[in-house]
């Protein structure tokens, strides 16, 4: 079956410092990636997602490339602020697999001190 | 509005007692999705639907638990003899299709159950 792992937080970091948080996937087919945020008091918010290998998601600073040949799918920021507090789930989706292709990661919860 | 409502925004009820959480999804997206959310334990599954079709309540933990869709919009996640186990955030998403990158989920801020 499908599975995503990703670090375990919680992952603290001063302003300004660079961020990675680690995900890697198992899956039968050829699953579109993302990465999703949840801020606190909230529900999750798509954040990037890739659809082919070698794709790069970004969005508000954040990046992350479709590796197929090491099943990851890192997310990265070169300079964190205070309000990128916040946990991050990775997931995988397969085209058509309803909600069994849906799969989430545990979450990783990211703090970043001024 | 134009996200995924969910109510109440937070319950507390007492051990034993039944309760209902209630989702509006994204008007004209025909998958819903509901979600446990456990402290330190990711997003766990629990049902799914999709248009018409029979909904896949492969994630449910128990026969206690129990999910409708009326007219393929509002959704209700019923818990009957609440215990305190059940304390979790139970959040609802909705999406236009299901599967791929076209159709990501739009989550509501989640219903917050606390069982005393």
């Known amino acids: 079956g499908n599975s995503v792992t990703q670090m375990e937080g919680p992952v603290t970091l001063s302003e300004e410092a660079f961020l990675t948080i680690n995900c890697t996937y198992t899956a039968t087919g050829y699953p579109s990636l993302f990465w999703y945020v949840q801020y606190p008091g909230e529900g999750l918010q798509l954040l990037l997602k890739a659809t082919k290998a070698d794709d790069k998601g970004s969005n508000k600073g954040f990046e992350a490339t479709y590796r197929k040949e090491t099943t990851s799918f890192h997310l990265e920021k070169g300079s964190v602020q205070v309000s990128d507090s916040a946990v991050y789930f990775c997931a995988l989706n397969e085209a058509g697999g309803g909600a069994d292709g849906l799969t989430f990661g545990k979450g990783t919860h990211l703090i970043i001190q001024p | 509005g134009a996200g995924v409502s969910q109510s109440p925004s937070n319950k507390v009820t007492e051990k034993g007692k039944d309760v209902e959480l209630r989702c509006d999804p994204i008007s004209g997206h025909t998958a819903l999705y509901w979600y446990r959310q456990s402290l330190g334990q990711g997003l766990e599954f629990l049902i799914y639907?999709?248009?018409?079709?029979?909904?896949?309540k492969s994630g449910l933990p128990s026969d206690r638990f129990s999910a409708e869709r009326t007219g393929g919009s509002v959704s209700t996640l019923t818990i009957q003899r609440t215990q305190q186990e059940d304390s979790a955030v139970y959040l609802c998403a909705s999406s236009l299709v299901t599967g791929g990158a076209n159709s990501p989920l739009h989550f509501g801020n989640g219903t917050r159950l606390t069982v005393t």
């Open positions: 639907f999709q248009g018409n079709s029979a909904p896949d």
